[in-house]
């Protein structure tokens, strides 16, 4: 069975947490990153390959929805 990474993007510690509760117990999910801000999660997709990015819509500066559009333009995204 494949492993499935993943990258959270979420500004909120407490709904981190609990995403990461729940993701970490499913053993075909992966957990690459977790970051803040969508800026920081293009910079660190600069040096990952992950299978689907989770953001919070509402984000500082750059939306999630934004950030969608933005990882659109990415070939292994």
Do not use: F, W
């Not at 509402?58 to 659109?72: A, C, F, N, V």
């Amino acid at each position: 069975m494949n492993t499935h990474s993943i990258l959270i993007v979420e500004d909120h510690k407490v709904y981190t947490r609990a995403l990461l509760r729940l993701l970490s117990s499913n053993k075909n999910l992966s957990i690459l990153a977790v970051t803040e801000t969508a800026e920081q999660a293009l910079e660190q997709l600069q040096g990952l390959r992950v299978d689907l990015v989770l953001a919070d819509i509402s984000l500082p500066r750059m939306s999630g929805i934004d950030l969608m559009k933005t990882l659109e333009k990415y070939p292994t995204c």
